[in-house]
């Protein structure tokens, strides 16, 4: 079977030259002219934006943005095991990295890290810290802004501080805030549906996720769920009065 596909056979090209092709490829074969001139028409590709305008556009806050491996202090806590293996290639087995651990530690630092270098290296993503995006989906529900649509969509999602809005995270008897957790359900559940790398950052542990909200809880927690340990840095880094 794979030689009569690789046999070179004599076929006509759109303008009526005969042209020798490979079997496989007779129904879309061009002679050499032909070829050239849609080469020739071909949109010009579309130059990168500036690095700094494609982090501003994904949605990075300023005091994010310088957030990367090389500033990380290895003094105060080693880079978290695990991390670089996930960037690697690991998010294609685990689409989703859970970082958790104390306030401050430096979670929002490896995440962002790690979405700074996919910008860097000319591909796309977002980055949503969790009370944010909740405003966000509710725009989206009131005007129809395509919020839910873009992060979805993303191809690397940086969600900072999952669950820091409680009542848009915890399961109520009441029912209220259901539609806040019916968005951030779609956002995780249509992020896990696509295999969509996604990095999750939150000072809760994963038992209080399953607590309050197991359903999520256990879509967010399939992947890969490393702790981030440490000082609080930011603290570290003020200076005595």
């Not at 759109?14 to 496989?24: K, L, M, S, W």
């Not at 806590?77 to 960037?87: M, T």
Request: proline share 7%; with cysteine; net charge neutral.
């Amino acid at each position: 079977m794979l030689e009569r596909w690789t046999e070179v056979i004599t076929t006509t090209c759109r303008c009526g030259e005969p042209i020798e092709v490979p079997r496989a490829s007779a129904d879309r074969a061009l002679c050499d002219r032909c070829a050239g001139e849609e080469a020739a028409q071909a949109p010009p590709a579309v130059p990168l934006r500036p690095l700094a305008e494609r982090i501003a556009a994904a949605g990075v806050l300023p005091r994010y943005r310088g957030c990367r491996r090389a500033s990380w202090d290895p003094a105060r806590a080693p880079w978290p095991r695990g991390v670089d293996a996930w960037a690697e290639g690991g998010w294609q087995r685990e689409p989703f990295l859970l970082l958790w651990g104390l306030t401050g530690n430096g979670k929002t630092h490896v995440a962002t890290a790690l979405l700074l270098d996919r910008l860097e290296a000319g591909e796309g993503g977002l980055w949503r810290n969790g009370s944010e995006l909740v405003e966000r989906l509710k725009a989206d529900l009131e005007q129809d802004t395509g919020e839910l649509e873009r992060v979805i969509a993303a191809p690397l999602l940086v969600f900072d501080e999952l669950a820091a809005d409680e009542s848009a995270w915890t399961l109520r008897e009441d029912g209220r805030f259901a539609w806040s957790r019916d968005r951030l359900r779609m956002v995780i559940e249509g992020r896990s549906a696509r295999l969509a790398p996604t990095v999750f950052t939150t000072n809760r542990p994963p038992s209080w996720l399953m607590q309050t909200n197991a359903p999520l809880a256990s879509r967010v927690l399939s992947g890969a769920v490393l702790e981030v340990t440490g000082p609080d840095q930011r603290l570290a880094k003020r200076r005595p009065v």
